[in-house]
């Protein structure tokens, strides 16, 4: 009996939980990414990815990893990759 | 009872296929309320499974018989801890478990990820409470673990060899392991079937997938002691298919774990993370039908039973799904950057990749060809040890010289000038290593010369990577502190190196003796004298025990008592002894084989740095926490990066 009532309860509590959102008052739309925002979305990608590069970048070198010709020659690259990458942004705006 | 736990399973069977249909049409649809119902229906599927675990732990402490279960794992006399221990002693208990914390997982990860992840949520919840509406309905229908008869006065009892306790800690590990993959693989899933395949998905389930790829590094570890210990063949891993069958995903998670990083820095290899996860996931399903099944003969497996074909059903549908969704979303899966040189630090991430991916097939290809053979050549073929050991040495090997080599490289190109001024230490130390264990005799195995070698390299590298970082950082906990996941990742590979050498150490350099010994005659095995002193004899709750003392003496003095169980229930179990220099990290591990007349068949092992392997699991451990240790930077940033993103 006791099992029987403890099981009732937990369906109870399982159905309860289960129709909360229903009861609730507002919009059913879960309102989809826009292409807009989606493109942002890549380009804050890209943004990430670039400045994370140039830390890691400076880091090596700091750390020895890459010695002062390998570092000029990686450094302009990826500080205009980032300088475009953030015009991009801006102009998403 | 019983019915409250049948009833417990039944109500989450409805609430789990209720969030996978519900789930699904909510996404589709893009309908809010229907998504949240079936995100919460996850949420009460763990509590009513939570339930059902409860009902039978309690039918286990209690010895209640009635249930057939409990009657056919535990017995009277079995501790409470074992009888717990019972839970995942059995197939359908084990099931159970792979229910509970599948649907504890997926409720946690639903729940906090609801509010910055929305898009992903919505297609992870139906994912995962469809794999959990398989394990639900296995429970219900087919396998359940609440089936009751008369009463009975005693039960059957647990195997033996689970009466240890490793065996308590080691199979909910791998559980914690196995089933954590789900996480990463419906979030994987959720990317593809939403469409929105950026890194989100990575950074969301990183964690997740570093704690599953942790608890299953670490229960391997504890059932490799467990063997060790327990089992009595003097080794620690056998390439059992049980085994191997842990193995598999943790090698594809190892390559995932890898691999996503390069994806992170550089946009790179997608379709190949995608590949992975959802392998890894397939192959730990996999290794769930191979325990189930019966289909290949291991000291482990569960006897065969009928829900093998469920289980090749349920993973040739997952993989058919895996496949469909990736080549589905092949057009936004493509990289937009190339790989700009060989010599690169995400080159040497693809390397690794390419010779862990190896090593996983071709374990999978050893488990596999019993069954093959049997299929096609009409004769059940075993591949046996040394194939294993080949791979090993041919994968492993260049594995264990790229941990050493990708830390020190940089990202994007480097020129060979600098990689060789970057790699001056390490190589010196290992070619000092070499000479130094040449002329210690290391010679005598080559693969031990080159795994010990290897690893002098690997372990120079770590420590001139912290000497470097703290010199640029001015402080070493600053240093750990601004890239917890790379130094947590270092402290892992010194826990691999750590493996490498117990390995080495044990297989490469043991020596082996067998030998009839009479009670005071001794035997002498790599400077350590053996003696046999008696024989005892005993009797414990469960068994007759049969003992042997021995005495050691030499580089080492003590007592060591070796024998055999004869359990009431028929069994019989080896018991081994083992004495431990803890200074030279060296077993001397004893076997009692065979008694003839008054005197016994000893084999005697001395295993030198076998338990350097122990230890490199706590470390393991320890570098796995610092890697996963939340990081609120982050979840700032990715805070900020939605916010921007909606403009």
């Not at chain 2, 079937?193 to 790829?213: K, N, Y």
């Not at chain 2, 991430?349 to 097939?361: D, G, M, P």
Request: charged share 15%; with cysteine.
């Amino acid at each position: 009996m006791t099992a029987l009532i403890v099981g009732a309860l937990i369906a109870v509590a399982a159905v309860v939980l289960v129709s909360l959102p229903f009861l609730r008052s507002s919009g059913d739309d879960v309102g989809s990414s826009t292409e807009l925002q989606d493109r942002r979305l890549m380009l804050i990608d890209e943004r990430d990815r670039t400045i994370a590069a140039l830390k890691e970048l400076e880091f090596d070198h700091r750390t020895g990893k890459i010695d002062d010709t390998d570092y000029r020659a990686l450094v302009g690259p990826l500080r205009r990759a980032a300088a475009e990458v953030l015009q991009a942004l801006d102009a998403e705006e | 009872m019983a019915d409250l736990g049948r009833a417990a399973l039944v109500v989450s069977l409805g609430l789990t296929l209720y969030a996978f249909i519900g789930g699904t049409i909510g996404a589709l649809q893009k309908r809010r309320r229907l998504s949240d119902s079936a995100r919460n229906a996850l949420v009460a599927a763990f509590g009513s499974t939570l339930v059902a675990a409860a009902v039978l732990a309690i039918a286990l402490v209690h010895h209640d018989f009635s249930f057939v279960y409990v009657y056919s794992h535990t017995s009277k006399g079995l501790g409470t801890i074992y009888a717990l221990s019972a839970f995942w002693g059995g197939q359908e208990g084990s099931l159970l478990l792979w229910l509970l914390v599948l649907s504890g997982y997926g409720a946690l990860a639903a729940v906090l990820n609801r509010r910055l992840l929305r898009d992903l949520i919505d297609w992870v919840v139906p994912v995962i409470a469809g794999i959990a509406s398989f394990f639900a309905l296995i429970l219900v229908a087919v396998a359940s673990p609440f089936q009751t008869q008369v009463r009975a006065l005693d039960g059957l009892g647990l195997t033996p060899s689970l009466q240890n306790p490793y065996m308590v800690a080691h199979p909910p590990m791998l559980y914690l392991g196995y089933v954590g993959l789900t996480v990463p693989f419906a979030f994987a899933a959720a990317a593809m079937l939403s469409g929105h395949t950026d890194e989100r998905w990575i950074v969301a389930t990183r964690r997740w997938t570093l704690a599953a790829w942790m608890f299953l590094g670490f229960g391997q570890l504890l059932g490799a002691h467990w063997a060790y210990v327990e089992v009595g063949w003097g080794g620690y891993y056998a390439w059992d298919p049980v085994e191997n069958a842990a193995l598999m995903p943790w090698l594809a998670a190892t390559a995932f774990l890898h691999s996503v990083m390069v994806q992170e820095r550089k946009g790179m290899l997608k379709v190949w993370n995608m590949i992975l996860v959802a392998l890894a996931f397939e192959l730990a399903v996999f290794g769930d039908f191979l325990t189930r099944s019966g289909v290949i003969q291991s000291i482990h497996s569960f006897a065969q039973s009928s829900i093998g074909a469920w289980f090749l059903g349920f993973v040739v549908a997952t993989t058919l799904f895996s496949v469909a969704l990736i080549l589905w979303r092949l057009p936004l899966l493509r990289a937009r950057t190339k790989l700009e040189s060989a010599l690169s630090r995400e080159a040497t991430f693809l390397y690794n990749n390419l010779f862990l991916v190896a090593l996983c097939l071709t374990v999978l290809w050893g488990v596999l060809f019993p069954v093959l053979s049997d299929l096609f050549l009409g004769q059940s073929r075993t591949m046996s040890r040394p194939y294993y050991d080949f791979f090993l040495r041919i994968f492993g090997l260049p594995l264990l010289l790229l941990m050493g080599i990708g830390p020190l490289i940089a990202w994007r190109r480097a020129s060979v000038r600098s990689l060789l001024k970057t790699l001056r230490w390490p190589i010196g130390v290992s070619i000092v290593a070499g000479i130094g264990l040449i002329a210690l005799g290391a010679g005598s195995s080559r693969p031990g010369l080159i795994a010990y070698t290897f690893s002098a390299f690997v372990l120079t590298t770590i420590v001139v990577e912290l000497v470097r970082g703290t010199r640029a950082t001015g402080s070493l906990f600053q240093l750990i502190g601004r890239n917890r996941r790379r130094y947590g990742g270092y402290v892992v590979h010194f826990a691999i190196v750590m493996l490498a050498i117990g390995i080495a150490g044990s297989s490469a350099y043991a020596t082996v003796k067998e030998q009839k010994l009479l009670p005071g005659q001794s035997m002498t095995v790599a400077g350590h004298t053996v003696t046999y002193t008696r024989l005892e004899r005993g009797r414990s709750g469960t068994a007759n025990e049969l003992r042997a003392v021995l005495t050691l003496s030499g580089r080492e003095h003590g007592t060591l008592k070796s024998g055999v169980n004869n359990y009431f229930t028929g069994d019989t179990s080896k018991e081994v002894g083992i004495h431990t220099d803890w200074l030279r990290l060296e077993d001397t591990y004893v076997i009692f084989d065979q008694q003839e007349g008054k005197g016994v068949f000893f084999k005697v092992l001395v295993k030198p740095l076998v338990n350097m392997i122990w230890l490199a699991g706590f470390v393991f451990l320890g570098g796995s926490l610092v890697a996963l240790w939340p990081d609120a930077r982050e979840q700032r940033r990715l805070v900020a990066r939605l916010a921007l993103a909606r403009g």
